[in-house]
Each structure stands twice: as C-alpha cells, then as structure tokens.
C-alpha cells in the first residue's frame, strides 16, 4: 500500500496525515448531503438540537412521507462516523422514523443547518507518547418523556484520542 502514496480517502472518510497526527473527516460527504437534501442555502445554528425543546411522541401532528426522512436519518448515521457532536440529536431523530411528523423533520433540518456551519469538523488524532485509558459516561433517569426509559451515554479516549462512543435508550 505504501507504493500508492498516502492514503486521502477510505470508506467514504476522508483522511489527512499530518506530521503532528491524523485528521478524518466527512466533509465531502457533508456537502453531497446539503446539496442531496435542498439545504445549502439558509442559515446556520450553532447547536445539533434547541436545548428547550424535548422530542417527543406527537400524536396530533401532520404526518409526513416516511421515505425522505428515513434516507435523511440514514445519511445522518452514517455521518455520526466522524461527528460525535451530532450523535445524542440524530438518535433521538432514529426513534421516529415509524411514522415521523412535520416536528421531528423540523428537528432532523436544525441537524442539517447545523452541519451546514461546521462542515470542516472531525477527528483529529495526534501522535504523542500518551496512552492512558480514560472513559466517561452519562444517562438520565427516566428522561424519556412518553415511556419513562433512560438514555445512557458513554465515550472512551485512549490519552488524547476519542476510540469509541454510544447513546442507548
């Protein structure tokens, strides 16, 4: 493999090695995504999801169709690869997709506006002599509002480096 030169993109990720680390991004993908989804004009938010508005079950709301917001949701996963900053919103988004309504497809559009304003983000992994395990983790109690489950969240970073991360209902 080294007879090809440095590696630039694998599985959709695009990798920059650097002499201080390696950076991988989904900023390609990202662009591709606005254009897919009609969303490259407008403006930008400056977080995934609105701090005071809960996702939850909404009967009495206007359906709308299933196979747009499953392939948003679906692009969405995917680009939770590099952008662990849009995981817990994306998540939430995924518990609707059985018959979503016009409130989560609002929901799953402050996502977009918001990787519209950070497209370069990603992963950066430097080189360093640091290998200490660290691991953090959260969850709620009973913060689901409809059903009263909890949600846990964990990340572990092998010394400055993030390796792996979930949220689960």
């Known amino acids: ?21 390696i950076y991988i991004s989904q900023s390609k993908y990202t662009k591709e995504l606005l254009k897919k989804f009609g969303i490259e004009e407008g403006r930008t938010v400056s977080t995934p999801m609105a701090t ?5 079950k909404d009967e009495k709301g206007k ?4 196979s747009k917001y499953r392939g948003m949701i679906g692009s969405l996963l995917y680009l939770t690869a590099s952008r662990l900053d849009i995981l817990h919103a ?3 988004c995924v518990r609707f997709q059985s018959n979503p309504k016009e409130s989560y497809m609002s929901a799953v559009k ?3 506006r918001y990787l519209k304003g950070t497209i370069q983000y990603g992963l950066f992994y430097p080189k360093n002599e640091n ?17 009263r489950k909890s ?12 390796v792996s991360w979930f949220s689960k209902k």
């Open 63 to 66: 359906s709308i169709d299933e």
């Open 110 to 112: 402050r996502i977009f």
């Open 90 to 92: 994306v998540c939430l």
């Open 52 to 56: 005071n508005v809960k996702i939850d």
């Open 1 to 21: 493999m080294s007879m090809m030169g440095k590696l630039n993109f694998f599985l959709g990720l695009q990798i920059k090695q650097c002499q201080d680390g």
């Open 151 to 162: 949600t846990s969240e964990s990340c572990q970073f092998l010394g400055d480096c993030l």
């Open 131 to 147: 290998f200490s395990l660290k691991g953090y983790s959260d969850s709620d109690y009973a913060g689901n509002i409809d059903d």
